[in-house]
């Protein structure tokens, strides 16, 4: 290949670079010349055949490096939204008359009334979120409590309704349900309350007498309830598979003991 050729297909490469068209051969072409010297990117020695062209860069390289990087982070937008049918005994082989989008009825049944051709994402987590709502903080603060103690104050974290068990301490529950929406939601700064009080910094220990009798059903605001969880057991039997038979620490009270309970914290609050 002459001079000509080799002249003539750097060119095509850097037209084809500049609108934006440039293929996987040619990006490698102008690679090996820039890196071998053959081809200069360098400002000092453009600064000496063209000048002004330069400093255009060099003015064009400062507004570039002022632009502020742009965080970014994964989002869903709103589409083409329509209600979902329902669906009887759960067979969506028949579906039935569509269900409106909207919120629980007995909470507040107005909150999606003029949805539109919104979504209604946006006000569903304004409404799980709204400061006036303590179901989600009561669940969260709950189920940090389980993570630490061994049991949650309410002791069926999966089911607050009829189902569930009523909380061992109402009071407890919402106040710490109110710091949590307080502090904006932050899991660490309701960690770091719970571990600070003296209910944490009690002894892991079960109690001799009678607390070992009524233990499994008294939900005390103490450390100790890591160490009342139900335990399993592998039993082997013929084959090598065991099977798990869970067994308790103590044998179960049939009344549930209710009661207030304070968690004074030992350090200051955060």
């Not at 990006?27 to 062209?53: E, I, M």
Request: aromatic residues 8%; charged residues 20%; contains cysteine.
């Amino acid at each position: 290949m002459g001079a000509s050729k080799y002249r003539n297909v750097t060119h095509e490469a850097i037209l084809a670079w500049e609108d934006d068209a440039l293929t996987e051969d040619q990006r490698a072409w102008l690679d090996y010349l820039v890196r071998h010297g053959l081809l200069t990117n360098s400002l000092k020695q453009w600064a000496l055949q063209h000048p002004g062209l330069a400093q255009e860069v060099e003015l064009f390289r400062r507004a570039e490096a002022a632009v502020p990087i742009p965080h970014r982070a994964p989002g869903v937008m709103d589409a083409d939204s329509y209600d979902a049918a329902f669906l009887p005994r759960g067979d969506h082989l028949k579906p039935g008359a569509p269900v409106p989008r909207g919120y629980l009825g007995v909470l507040e049944a107005d909150a999606f009334a003029n949805l539109g051709s919104r979504s209604g994402r946006l006000e569903l987590a304004r409404a799980l979120t709204a400061p006036d709502n303590p179901l989600t903080a009561r669940v969260m603060v709950n189920r940090i409590w389980l993570h630490l103690f061994g049991q949650g104050l309410v002791p069926t974290p999966d089911s607050f309704g009829k189902m569930g068990e009523p909380p061992s301490h109402p009071e407890l529950l919402d106040f710490l349900a109110d710091q949590l929406v307080q502090e904006g939601w932050s899991t660490k700064k309701m960690v770091r309350l719970l571990v600070l009080t003296r209910a944490w910094q009690l002894s892991a220990s079960p109690h001799p007498g009678p607390w070992k009798r009524t233990r499994p059903t008294f939900c005390s605001v103490t450390r100790a309830s890591a160490g009342w969880r139900p335990k399993a057991s592998a039993t082997p039997s013929s084959s090598s598979v065991g099977s798990l038979i869970p067994r308790c620490s103590a044998p179960a009270a049939p009344p549930t003991l209710r009661g207030a309970a304070s968690i004074s914290p030992s350090a200051a609050p955060p």
